[in-house]
């Protein structure tokens, strides 16, 4: 997630960074230091869960790169939900549950394909062109976590799935 914020910087000397953590900062810190970012162009703050949601209003996009793993197919990143219903686009990596499917059905984000400077920087060319739909973006990824990531449209449709099979 660092190579990749330090690409955006490089690239945008207007970008800023924020990284939102409930552990320690120090190893962000020194992650950032090592990639030669700036100090001053990256807040790091120790944030716990519940004002997570209202630091979102300040991002551009949400970075959700998570090591592809057997274990992570069947997965869903609670923050991808967080992100999209804050009207956050994302930038995400393959290999996540169905998330490169939403993200590219929906249009409220892009995916890594290759972790490195050339990948990054053809992700945040994608998102760039994402965010000239301004509002409309924001709106779409609002609409797509209510419509596919709602917890109580999820337990709905799992219960009357189960009531179908119970009957079948």
Do not use: H, N, Q
């Not at 249009?107 to 000239?132: C, H, I, N, P, Q």
Request: net charge negative; hydrophobic share 40%; charged share 30%.
């Amino acid at each position: 997630m660092l190579d990749l914020l330090a690409v955006a910087l490089r690239g945008d000397p207007e970008a800023r960074g924020l990284v939102l953590t409930e552990e320690d900062p120090t190893p962000a810190l020194r992650g950032i230091a090592a990639r030669g970012i700036p100090r001053e162009r990256v807040t790091v703050r120790g944030v716990p869960p519940p004002e997570v949601p209202r630091w979102f209003s300040l991002a551009t996009a949400g970075i959700l790169l998570i090591e592809s793993a057997p274990s992570k197919r069947a997965s869903m990143p609670t923050k991808l939900g967080e992100f999209l219903a804050s009207g956050v686009p994302v930038i995400l990596s393959p290999g996540i549950g169905d998330t490169e499917a939403l993200v590219e059905e929906t249009r409220t984000g892009v995916v890594v394909r290759e972790f490195s400077e050339t990948g990054y920087r053809a992700a945040l060319e994608e998102l760039a062109e994402l965010g000239k739909e301004g509002p409309a973006l924001a709106g779409r990824c609002r609409r797509a976590a209510r419509e596919r990531l709602d917890l109580d449209r999820a337990v709905r449709e799992l219960r009357d799935l189960y009531g179908e099979i119970a009957c079948a």
